[in-house]
């Protein structure tokens, strides 16, 4: 069955590019990103491996360890890294998952048959220091993902984490957020004592600090 928002993220070990990892271990009290790729020396997967190295500083700002997938071993992920440094401009320091027998891959049901048989779509999981699954999302192996949305998201769960709060849509760090409708206003005035603006008894908005 596939994986689900709440689900615990399943644990495994396996071989990356920066050595052997039991992933939970690995995780340890950090976030993570992890998100699988169809293979590699493919133009697609070039660009959003490149990019995820060019945001490093950004994740590690966010607690947030990526973790890669594809579906070949470590001497070609290491190969590959060499080209993805050399044509995105970066230095890509972050593991990523050596799979070439596909065992991570159908764990996380990354493999849809109707796409492809045998290489991975793009699945990103965001993961909580508690290895609880916060966010999924899929796409085709033919649309580069959007990494302003990802590091978005992050921002989201975690501000409503921190606060007790929901986001809007198109919600930035530092835009006004929303009160949860099982929040009643008396509770709402002591626990936003900045205040909060109703504009329906289930539309409130107030600020936090991010
Ligand atoms: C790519 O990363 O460019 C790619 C990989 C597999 C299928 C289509 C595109």
Redesign the pocket.
């Known amino acids: 069955m596939a994986l689900r928002i709440g689900d615990i993220a399943p644990n495994f070990q396996v071989d990356t590019t920066a050595g052997n990892i039991n992933f939970h271990d690995w995780i340890g009290g950090s976030w993570c990103f992890f998100f699988s790729?169809?293979?590699d020396f493919?133009?697609?997967?070039?660009t959003?491996m490149g990019r995820t190295a060019q945001l490093a500083g950004e994740f590690t700002k966010r607690n947030t360890k990526p973790l890669g997938l594809s579906t070949d071993g470590v001497q070609e992920h290491l190969e590959w890294i060499k080209d993805v440094d050399d044509t995105q401009n970066t230095v890509l320091e972050f593991p990523i998952v050596a799979d070439a027998d596909r065992k991570i891959a159908k764990l996380y049901d990354m493999i849809h048959d109707n796409e492809?048989s045998n290489?991975a779509v793009r699945s990103v999981f965001i993961i909580d220091p508690d290895k609880k699954i916060r966010l999924t999302m899929t796409y085709p192996?033919?649309v580069g993902r959007n990494f302003d949305e990802i590091l978005r998201v992050i921002d989201a769960l975690q501000t409503g984490d921190k606060n007790g709060i929901a986001t809007p849509a198109d919600w930035q760090l530092g835009d006004d957020v929303i009160i949860p409708p099982s929040v009643s206003n008396e509770d709402a005035e002591k626990k936003f004592p900045q205040g909060f603006r109703q504009i329906r008894p289930y539309l409130r908005y107030t600020s936090v600090a991010s």
Do not use: I, N
């Not at 493919?42 to 070039?46: A, E, I, L, S, Y």
């Open positions: 790729h169809p293979a493919t133009p697609v997967c070039t959003e492809s290489a192996m033919s």
